[in-house]
């Protein structure tokens, strides 16, 4: 049975930070791609980011560039996302998410967690 658990969210200020962990089980983390997505309500799902299955391809929302880090740990196959200098825009629910593709297409991905909120207040 396939698990994604996000963690990790929570409420800061503008300019604060934190850091979201995926803890996954029921398949071969190794093999897939991991991807960050959000959603903030009324608004579609974006992809945040998304890294390659052995980590050396990672991929960046233009919005997020420069102050978000995704990373993952394949022998604990858990996925991280830091963020950084947290803007009130970043407010959203955020989800870790499976594929197969190098994409940042919610359609792509294969198996998803059920989300950690983040509120920023500005």
């Known amino acids: 049975q396939v698990q994604l658990v996000e963690s990790g969210g929570g409420s800061v200020q503008a300019g604060g930070s934190l850091r979201l962990s995926c803890a996954a089980s029921?398949?071969?983390?190794?093999?897939?791609?991991m991807g960050w997505f959000r959603q903030a309500p009324g608004k579609e799902r974006e992809g945040v980011a998304y890294i390659s299955s052995r980590g050396d391809l990672k991929s960046y929302a233009d919005s997020v560039k420069g102050r978000f880090t995704i990373s993952r740990d394949n022998t604990e196959t858990t996925l991280y996302l830091q963020m950084n200098s947290l803007k009130f825009e970043d407010t959203a629910m955020y989800y870790c998410a499976a594929g197969r593709r190098a994409t940042r297409d919610p359609n792509d991905y294969d198996y998803w967690g059920r989300g950690t909120q983040v509120t920023v207040s500005s």
């Open positions: 029921g398949y071969t983390f190794s093999s897939y791609f």
